[in-house]
C-alpha cells in the first residue's frame, strides 16, 4: 500500500494540484507529473547539479527534496527563465553568444544556479564564478564558455539595472 | 535510484516529532536532506517512516546569548553564511562553511542535520568541537545536552539515543580579538574533505598564547582536538618555528586509511594544514603578528 498524499505547487507562475506518492522525488514531479522535462535528472543523488531548480527563489537540488516538501511553494524551472516566448534571458543569450553548452544536459541547472549566484553577487570574478558553478558537472565545454557566459551575463545584467534606473 | 517506499509524516511540533520518534522504529528524521536524500535514493537506508521537520516553527534560528551563540537545529548552512553575527562574534564557523558542500545545497543542509549524520570530515562538526559545542537533544518527556567531547561515539556515531533529536546547538564564544583560521585540502571545491584544520587562539599582548583549541577533521572517525598541540603551544610565544615544529605533533595522530587517502597522507596533510592554520591564526589575533607559513 503506497503512502500518497495531494499536493499543490506553483510553478513557473502555474499551480499544479497532483496526488502523488511520498517518496516521489521533486525532480520526478516536476518531469512526470506536470511534464516539464527542460529540469534534467543526471546523477540522482545531488553530485551533478543538473536537476537545480529555484524554490521560493533559492537554488535546491530537486533530486534531493521530495515533492511532498514543495507543497505550498513557488518554483521556477528553466522553462520559467526567459521573459516571454521570443526573448531569451540575459544569462541564455549570453551562453548562446559564448559558447556555453554544447549538448544541453548541464545547462538548465547552470542556468538556474547562476541566476541565484548573479544576485548574490552581481559582479564577480571569474575565481567566484568557478567556485559558484563547482556544484555543476558539465562534460562537454571544460566550462570555458560557462565562465565567459556568466562574466558577460554579469555585464548585461549591471548595464540593464543602470538603463531601467 | 528512487527512495524506497515509506510512510511520510510531517509534524508541526518538536513535541509531536518526538512522540512519533518514540513511536515508529525504524524512522529516518528529515532534516535538509542533502545526506538523508541520496542515501533513500541509492537505498543505503530503508525507514518504515519518514519524519520531515521542515514544517516546524521556532526550530530554526541564530540568537546570541551573551558570550554563546544559539543556533537552532534546523538553521540552514546558508543562514550562518550570511550571518553578521556569526561572521562577527564566530569568524572560525563562517570561514569553515564556505567549504560545506556549494550553494544549492548550503540552502537547504541544516546545522542539526550535519552534527546527527556527523561525517568524520564535515565542516559544523569540526568546528562544533574547536568550540566545545553544546548539542541539545530531546526525546518524549525530556531534553539533555550533550557536551562535544562526549557527542560522537564513533565513526558516524552520534551518541544520542534512537528516540532523541537535536533541537539546537549552543556555541561559547570566544573573546574578541581572538585568532582563527580554517583549512582543508579537497580534491574538487565542495567536496567533503580528506583532511582540515580548525584553529583558535587567544593571544596576550606580546604574541604569548594563553589558550590554543586545535581539531582535525576526516582523520579519526570524529572530529579530533589534538591535545598535544595545544599544551605545547599554551603559554609560548607565537613564532614561525614554533608552529612548524608543534605541527609535527600531527603525525603522531592514529589515522583513518579509506580508498581515498592512506593513513600516513592524512597525519601530512593534518601536520600541513594545521601549520598553516597557526600561522594564519596567529597573524589574525589582535595582539599576534603577520606571518606565512606553507
Known sequence: MSDRRTISVTIN??????????????????????????????CEHGVCGACTI?????????????????????????????PNDTELHPLQQAFQDN????????????????????????????QEVREAIS???????????????????????????TAGA | MKPPPFTYHDP??????????AEKDNAKLLAGGQSLMPMLNMRFVLPDDVIDLNLIDGLAGITEDGDTLVFGGMTRQRDIEYSDLVARRCPL???????????QTRNRGTYGGSMSHLDPSAELPSVSMAQDAIVTVQKKGGTRDIAMADFPMGYMMPSFELDEMVTGIRVPLWPEGHGYAFEEFARRHGDFAITSSAVLLDVEPGGRISRASITVGGVGPAPLRVTAVEEGLTGETGSVELFTEIAEKCREIDAMEDVYAPAWYRQHLASVLTRRALGKAFSRAANGTEMTLR
Open chain 1, 54 to 82: 529555484l524554490l521560493d527563489g533559492r537554488t535546491a537540488r530537486s533530486c534531493l527534496m521530495l515533492a511532498v516538501q514543495a507543497n505550498g511553494h513557488e518554483i521556477t524551472t528553466v522553462e520559467g527563465i526567459a
Open chain 1, 13 to 42: 507562475g502555474e499551480t499544479y494540484e497532483r496526488e502523488v506518492e511520498t517518496r516521489l522525488t521533486l525532480a520526478d514531479f516536476i518531469r512526470h507529473e506536470v511534464l516539464l522535462t527542460g529540469t534534467h535528472v543526471g
Open chain 1, 135 to 161: 556544484g555543476n558537472l558539465c562534460r562537454c565545454t571544460g566550462y570555458q564558455g560557462i565562465v565567459a557566459a556568466a562574466l558577460d551575463a554579469a555585464k548585461r545584467l549591471q548595464g540593464q539595472e
Open chain 1, 99 to 126: 559558447h556555453g553548452l554544447q549538448c544541453g544536459f548541464c545547462t538548465p541547472g547552470m542556468l538556474t544556479t547562476l541566476i541565484e549566484f548573479l544576485g548574490d553577487n552581481p559582479d564577480p570574478t571569474e
Open chain 2, 12 to 21: 508541526r511540533s518538536i513535541e509531536d516529532a518526538v512522540a512519533l520518534l
Open chain 2, 93 to 103: 564557523m563562517k570561514e569553515a562553511i564556505l567549504n560545506v558542500g556549494h550553494r
